[in-house]
């Protein structure tokens, strides 16, 4: 069972912004500036949109964009596109029980 | 542009051992922590271990401590994943992945690992 808890799904129509939530503990959300986000479509390989709460990897569009406010991190897509549909998981560190970093269930994007 | 190649995936029995391999290109191999991920069929990725430049740091999930190693050969481009007493529980699509500080930037195609009698 994952530490991190996200909803299972979030829709939005084109054009819109969207929110999804990760929520932890202080022992890896809340403790740590170690969060990422990854974007996976069907039968593709995961795809770093966030890494470090806030930065973007090269080549991520700057539609996406990550924050944190205690024990939840936040990946927020603005300008909603039909490509944006997908899979989104967020990962954390996690210093208990022990040194790791764990990844929760995922929130399905549905582009309305 | 990076490349990450996995290889060494199949078919094995409870309690057998595999050993994964990754050959790394693209990039200067030495400069990066690597990890292992996999991804159980219809589940979320998982992160499985790290490794530091040297080889000289490594960290696991708790459910394969003792059973998983990860290295690595600087000189080969190389990460490997020797996979002992394997479980059924182990059976995912497994990715070889260049770190970006707390992220995994670049991920493989995948090998798949099947744990089955």
């Known amino acids: 069972q994952s530490a991190l808890t996200q909803p299972a799904s979030v829709s939005g129509s084109p054009g819109q912004s969207i929110t999804i939530s990760c929520t932890g503990s202080s022992s890896d959300v809340g403790g740590y500036n170690d969060v990422s986000w990854y974007q996976q479509h069907p039968g593709e390989v995961p795809r770093l949109v966030i890494y470090d709460v806030t930065k973007r990897p090269s080549g991520v569009s700057n539609r996406f964009s990550g924050s944190k406010s205690g024990n939840t991190a936040s990946l927020t897509i603005s300008g909603l596109q039909a490509e944006d549909e997908a899979e989104y998981y967020c990962s954390s560190y996690s210093s208990r029980p022990t040194p790791s970093y764990v990844f929760a269930a995922g929130t399905q994007v549905t582009v309305l | 542009d990076v490349q990450l190649v996995e290889s060494g995936g199949g078919l094995v029995q409870p309690g057998g051992s595999l050993r994964l391999s990754c050959a790394a290109s693209?990039?200067?191999?030495?400069?990066?922590?690597m990890s292992w991920a996999r991804q159980a069929p219809g589940k979320g990725p998982e992160w499985v271990a790290n490794i530091n430049e040297d080889g000289s740091q490594k960290y696991y999930v708790d459910s394969v401590k003792g059973r998983l190693t990860i290295s690595r050969d600087n000189a080969k481009n190389s990460l490997s994943l020797q996979m002992n007493s394997l479980r059924a529980e182990d059976t995912a699509v497994y990715y070889c992945?260049?770190?970006?500080?707390?992220?995994?930037?670049?991920w493989g195609q995948g090998t798949l690992v099947t744990v089955s009698s």
């Open positions: 992945g260049r770190r970006l500080s707390s992220g995994i930037e670049y």
């Open positions: 693209g990039f200067t191999f030495s400069n990066y922590w």
